[in-house]
């Protein structure tokens, strides 16, 4: 048999902070327990805000830790053609279809219903569901738009690929304490037509992830707790485009003394600031509580 191939996939968008600290140094614990490959694949699609700068604070920080991975790394800005060519399946499939709404014409539109007296559906993150208006639009309309220069996003027609499925989705889900498996149903309608790609940024994290996880054949994907949800979607497109499924763990977050998850946007304390203040690798294994 294969050995099992474990993966850490950080944007580099800002400095790694504790929580990420904890998911890199569990993948490489969960990887050594079970004999398998550690990867390191840089997500970086959002070519505006990542940088090559914040990418070198990715490596230094892992090093420090302790943590080894295999190389080369795959970084995600250079196989935007692999992610085009599943999302030209999906289009040849009829299951995507261009939203025109801008995000300004959906709130309008949510809160003239929400005034009328509708409850508007919210998604696992609370963001209010797209409305879809444009499912309904028809080829020509679609064309006439699109050949006008009208900015788009290709938008997945959730129900639509569920109605294709052969029975229900699910995934198994390990505990990183035990390594216990339990079956969890996956519900891709909660999060209504999710975007797959834009004008600006040609894929989406979506896509991406489980275009890469197939890709480099990970066997079990190791990430917080935030991302928990988000897996009935990507189970979702790996059924439809033939893909296999991974196992997963979604562990717990590393919170702030204020009880809210770290960020980098917010500027927590990130692990090249520790570092300089004195602290130690196994100083920092203790603070996340490894």
Known sequence: MSRPVFRFAPSPNGELHLGHAYSALLNQRMARAAGGRLLLRIEDIDTARCTPQFEEGIYRDLAWLGIAWETPVR???????DYAGLLRTLIAQELVYPAFMSRGEARAHIAEAEAGGRSWPRDPDGVPVYPGLDRRLGERERKRRIADGQPFAWRLDTGLALAGLSGPLAWDELSGETGLARTVEADPKAWGDVILARREIATSYHLSVVADDAGQGVTHVVRGRDLYSATAIHRLLQELLGLPAPAYCHHRLILGPDGRK?????GDTGLA???AAGRTPQEIKEMVGL
């Open 273 to 275: 600031a520790l570092r």
């Open 75 to 81: 970084r995600q800005s250079e196989h935007f053609d």
């Open 262 to 266: 770290l960020s980098k946007s917010l």
